[in-house]
Nanobody, 126 residues
Framework: QVQLVESGGGLAQPGGSLRLSCAASGFTLDYYAIHWFRQVPGKERERVSCISDGSAYYTDSVKDRFTISKDNAKNTVYLQMSGLKPEDTAVYYC?????????????????????WGQGTQVTVSS
């Protein structure tokens, strides 16, 4: 079965850390850019980070706090989140699409991505 599965979400205290995983099955991540998005009910989906061919992107609000990485052997992408803030609370999704000549290709259109995960809830609260 071709799918992306996120895991690692949960409850963290402000200033704490969580590591999200996005595991691919049925296809290899070698040829894909992997994006992390997050969404709060009633708000638009927000792009968080992306990794492609070793290059990474971070939205300004998570720079210096989040780190994206890829383990080709495990066919998994990770999002290490540190210095968590209450405003990081959201459902986090990973998505895959083909990279462009310069790495990640971002689109606001859901169908521009070949695969989506089901999401994992991250709650930051004391």
């Amino acid at each position: 079965q071709v799918q992306l599965v996120e895991s690692g979400g949960g409850l963290a205290q402000p200033g704490g850390s969580l590591r999200l995983s996005c595991a691919a099955s049925g296809f290899t991540l070698d040829y894909y850019a992997i994006h992390w998005f997050r969404q709060v009910p009633g708000k638009e989906r927000e792009r968080v980070s992306c990794i492609s061919d070793g290059s990474a992107y971070y939205t300004d609000s998570v720079k210096d706090r989040f780190t994206i990485s890829k383990d080709n052997a495990k066919n998994t992408v990770y999002l290490q989140m540190s210095g968590l803030k209450p405003e990081d609370t959201a459902v986090y999704y990973c998505a895959a699409n083909r990279p462009g000549a310069h790495g990640c290709v971002y689109s606001t259109t859901r169908r521009s991505y070949d695969y989506w995960g089901q999401g994992t809830q991250v709650t930051v609260s004391s």
